[in-house]
C-alpha cells in the first residue's frame, strides 16, 4: 500500500513520488475536512452499533458473519 511501485493508467509516464515527510497537499485538506465532517458521524454510528452488536453476542467465534436473521442467507463481507 505504502510503496511507490504503483502503476498508474493514467499518467503512465509519471515517476511515482511521494510527498516529503508524508505531508498532504494544501489542496487536499478541505476536501478531506469537508468528506469528514460529512461522513463521520454516520461511520461512528455504524461502528458503535457494531460494538453494540457484538457486546450483546460474546460467545460468537471469531469469523462468524454479521447477520440480523440467521435463518435468512445472507452474503455479507462483515465478520466478527
Do not use: K
Not at 30 to 43: G, H, S
Not at 53 to 64: E, I, K, Q, R
Request: charge should be negative.
Amino acid at each position: 500500500m505504502n510503496t511507490a511501485g504503483i502503476v498508474d493508467g493514467e499518467f503512465p509516464d509519471m515517476a511515482p513520488e511521494y510527498f516529503p515527510d508524508d505531508e498532504l497537499p494544501s489542496t487536499l485538506e478541505p476536501v478531506l475536512r469537508y468528506l469528514f465532517a460529512d461522513c463521520a458521524p454516520e461511520i461512528l454510528g455504524m461502528v458503535d452499533t457494531f460494538n453494540q452488536w457484538c457486546d450483546a453476542h460474546p460467545g460468537l467465534p471469531a469469523g462468524t458473519p454479521i447477520q440480523s436473521d440467521p435463518d435468512v442467507f445472507a452474503f455479507v463481507y462483515a465478520r466478527v
